[in-house]
């Protein structure tokens, strides 16, 4: 067995919504069926126990090598804790070639899988050892660093219910939620709005104090030292027991608390400076220690937090005491999991050393142990939720000090005896305000119940009902993809919407290029999607970037798709037949926003017809032939249509009809060109699809027209000589007879016409033959030339094969061989008279319109 490929499918792909490896598995004839290879499932059962029956009940059909790697990198996840459910094999056109597809929480998890599925699979094959405790312990050390800490996940699972796109922006804890110019954004607890004067503010503990007590809010007395001998200074000034904390610190890191003692304190003191080199040293309050979580103006959860401990049983040692307790499941290393273990560390043995005992001491049944003196869940302490117990005068408090800071998000914490009263009424203060707090103590508190934290922070954030997503339409077909895109993107403009667009000629912001080259992949709508100054994207979504990564989205609100036509790219990445071709098409349809969503197909392509069938959504037709069965099924059932009658473009249904003559749609030629008329019924119908008003459509239409600045490579139409020139991109045989039918129909169709003509290399040998099979019986002058890229090709052998399609011809009498696209168009335009009409299909389309308006510059 060899893997040949392994890519990571990041969006809804080919084979579900789920984020995936996608690999191609290649079996030798024996490895097929595993039942071939005697003793094989034995061996591996004993490596993996766990691993799922491969075969369901009752069934005996073969399992090859490939679906046994398939199960073991899903189950090996699983095992590891990770949440993941789909998986699928499938046989490819080549002998012993499959497509594996396994789930993924985390990608750097799921390729780990895959090495270690390979690995199992070996080891069964040789007979050797593998050990699955250490390969599942090596999967949950990854997951654990890479997913989301307790705090992000929880606002994230919680933007999820809601409805709510995220895309994690960094490694971290850096995540968007929503899309362009209604994306917010977090950073752990801390938001977008969170002000880095508050967090400033925040971080200096002894100006935080300072702001707090000139408000009215009960604050510990205290000040900065700047010794060891400046701490004890400050502590006799203080006249009482105290506090030692880093000015600047968090997660209780170098905080010590009730010292009295002068070899104490400065021993505090040199703990602290290791953190900070500015050092605080405040009155010791006694009482619990509250931890409140203010957000915005509300008090949303409180827990009373406990320092480390263990509680004695007369037989085992501190030592063996810590081991127990941190056998718990529940306690890990860090912030995975809702408690950290306990540590005995240089301040966990000073502190038994200051009550006299020692790790092994033995203590007697029933006497707790305290091992820190702060009890930050960090350090091992534990949480018990007290939020429903919290005086209403206790919690304005809590708010009333996080306002004071300036923070929308804070962590509040409190020494005092008791949450049921007054603070004022208890002596007790607030001796800490935190941004970015810790959520894990509300989530799953040790004692108590847990806090919907994570809604309460995207409650805050999003208004009820918003859900941060901007309109967006994806469009995917064969031919006019790219204009359907422009016009649609023209409309949301006319509506004032500022449009991130994607093409396979570049990325456009509010009608500013921002990338170049073809830009129709999930990567470039990622980008789009990310721009704070986008109201609204449309979306090229090309075969390619489905197949490679999946879509850059999660969900869109219309999904729009021109047709399914010969010789787009078959034979490439096992897509072989136009109906395998129409799968990877209609993902953008399976994945429109249920029930909301719109897909906009054209009735008159079966493939495109039958995507609705999937959709979980609305569906919207459009043919020029209103009479089309699915057309007149849909406009007798008063379902939503856009047709052509006569002159007129109209759109029909849910008890409407409105009409636009076919003369104010500019890129139409007064309906003369077909396929532009097509592209307008599929523009019109997403355009309605979102509520866009008529009048806005009527105008979007009337503005947009198909130049080369507007619409590069689309139709565009000069006059060179009193000669009629064309240049377009179309590079498939439905493409070029969509052409040859539109020119037929033009005024200048009459008189002598050539054509300048390359093909990629990479479509099949047929289609490149087809493309001048079709041109041979409407021009009289054929001009080849080579790509610059011939995509896998010998030197001469697409013209070979372009030569190969003309030798039937009926109307070409001239051929003519060129190498290099600019002398090509030259040559064309050299012999163009006045009445003549040629048509160039560039390859490099900047570059030859370039080109072409510096001829028309010269004439």
Not at 416 to 423: K, M, Q
Not at 665 to 688: C, L, Y
Request: proline share 5%.
């Amino acid at each position: 067995m060899q893997v040949t490929r392994l890519r990571a499918l990041r969006g809804p792909n080919l084979w579900s919504r789920h984020t995936a490896i996608e690999a191609i598995v290649l079996c030798d004839v024996h490895e097929r069926d595993i039942d071939n290879l005697p003793g094989f499932e034995t061996r591996l059962r004993e490596r993996f126990p766990e691993l799922a029956m491969m075969r369901p009940a009752g069934h005996d059909d073969a399992v090859s090598m490939a679906e046994v790697l398939e199960f073991a990198a899903l189950g090996l996840q699983a095992q590891a804790g990770c949440p993941v459910t789909f998986s699928r094999t499938a046989p490819t056109i080549e002998a012993g070639t499959y497509q594996v597809v396994v789930e993924y929480s985390e990608e750097d998890v799921g390729r780990m899988a895959f090495a270690l599925a390979q690995e199992l699979c070996q080891a069964a094959l040789d007979d050797t050892l593998f050990e699955l405790t250490e390969a599942l312990d090596r999967l949950r050390a990854v997951d654990e660093d890479v997913r989301l800490g307790p705090s992000t996940g929880a606002i994230v699972y919680a933007a999820v219910a809601r409805n709510i796109p995220y895309r994690r922006l960094t490694e971290g804890s850096l995540v968007q939620f929503g899309w362009g110019s209604r994306q917010r954004r977090i950073q752990a607890a801390e938001t977008d709005r969170t002000s880095a004067v508050a967090e400033s503010i925040a971080q200096d503990k002894e100006l935080s104090k300072t702001l707090l007590h000139a408000a009215g809010v009960p604050v510990p007395l205290g000040r900065p030292v700047l010794s060891a001998e400046d701490a004890w200074a400050a502590a006799c000034e203080i006249d009482g027991p105290v506090v030692v904390k880093p000015q600047d610190g968090n997660q209780g890191k170098g905080v010590a608390v009730n010292l009295s003692t002068r070899e104490h304190i400065e021993a505090a003191y040199a703990i602290a400076y290791e953190i900070s080199d500015e050092v605080l040293v405040e009155r010791y309050i006694p009482g619990h220690d509250y931890r409140l979580l203010v957000v915005g103006d509300k008090l949303i959860a409180a827990a009373r937090r406990d320092p480390p401990l263990v509680i004695g049983n007369g037989k085992d040692s501190i030592r063996q005491l810590v081991e127990r307790v941190n056998s718990d499941p529940r306690r890990s290393e860090g912030h995975a999991t809702s408690l950290t273990r306990i540590r005995l560390d240089d301040v966990a043995l000073a502190r038994l050393a200051n009550a006299g005992l020692t790790p092994d001491s033995i203590p007697p049944r029933g006497k707790r142990v305290v091992l820190r003196n702060n009890a930050n869940l960090s350090t091992g302490g534990t949480a018990t939720d007290v939020t429903d117990d919290v005086h209403p005068e206790f919690a304005a408090q809590a708010v009333a000090a996080a306002q004071t800071i300036g923070l929308d998000i804070a962590g509040v914490d409190v020494v005092c005896d008791s949450v049921l009263r007054p603070l004022e009424e208890q002596g007790g203060g607030i001796v800490e305000i935190n941004a970015a707090p810790g959520l894990r103590m509300h989530l799953q508190p040790s004692f108590g119940k847990g806090r919907p934290v994570g809604q309460a922070i995207i409650d805050h954030m999003f208004a009820a009902g918003e859900t941060g997503r901007i309109p967006v339409v994806a469009v995917a077909g064969t031919n006019g993809k790219t204009t359907t895109v422009r016009l649609i993107a023209n409309i949301l403009a006319e509506n004032g919407h500022r449009v991130g667009m994607t093409t396979t000629d570049g990325v456009y912001i509010a009608g500013r290029r921002i990338d170049t080259g073809d830009c129709s992949g999930p990567k470039s709508a990622r980008n789009v999607l990310l721009h704070p100054e986008v109201d609204a994207a449309v979306l090229e979504t090309a075969r390619g970037g489905v197949l490679r990564e999946g879509l850059g989205f999660d969900r869109c609100d219309v999904a729009v798709v021109t047709n399914i036509g010969l010789g787009d790219h078959l034979g490439l990445s096992y897509i072989s037949t136009v109906e395998d071709l129409s799968v990877v098409k209609r993902v953008i349809v399976n994945n429109v926003t249920p029930k909301t969503g719109v897909a906009v197909l054209n009735a008159a392509d079966p493939m495109v017809a039958r995507m609705a069938e999937t959709c979980p959504g609305r569906v919207i037709f459009f043919a020029s032939d209103r009479h089309h069965p699915i057309m007149a099924t849909q406009r007798a059932q008063r379902k939503p249509v856009v047709y052509r009658d006569g002159a007129a473009l109209v759109v029909a249904g849910d008890g409407i009809e409105r009409r636009v003559p076919l003369v104010e749609i500019p890129i139409t030629r007064h309906g003369a060109v077909g396929f532009q008329v097509e592209n307008a019924m599929a523009a019109v119908a997403a355009a309605w699809a979102l509520g866009i008003d008529w009048p806005i459509i009527c105008r979007g239409l009337a503005t947009f027209v198909n130049d080369a600045q507007s619409a590069p490579g689309r139709f565009n139409v000069f006059d060179y000589r009193g000669a009629t020139l064309i240049a377009d991109y179309g590079h498939n045989p439905d493409a070029i007879q969509a052409l040859v039918e539109a020119i037929d129909q033009l005024p200048q169709a009459g008189g002598r016409r050539s054509v300048v003509i390359s093909g990629a290399g990479d479509r099949r040998d047929e289609d490149i033959r087809q493309q001048t099979r079709i041109l041979g019986g409407a021009f009289d002058h054929v001009i080849l030339y080579q790509d610059q890229c011939q995509r896998g090709r010998a030197d001469g052998e697409v013209l070979v094969l372009l030569q190969q399609g003309l030798q039937q011809a009926t109307r070409t009498r001239h051929i003519q061989e060129i190498r290099g696209e600019f002398l090509a168009i030259d040559a064309a335009l050299d012999e163009l008279r006045a009445g003549d009409l040629c048509l160039i299909l560039i390859d490099q389309i900047e570059e030859a319109l370039a080109h072409i308006a510096k001829r028309l510059a010269e004439n």
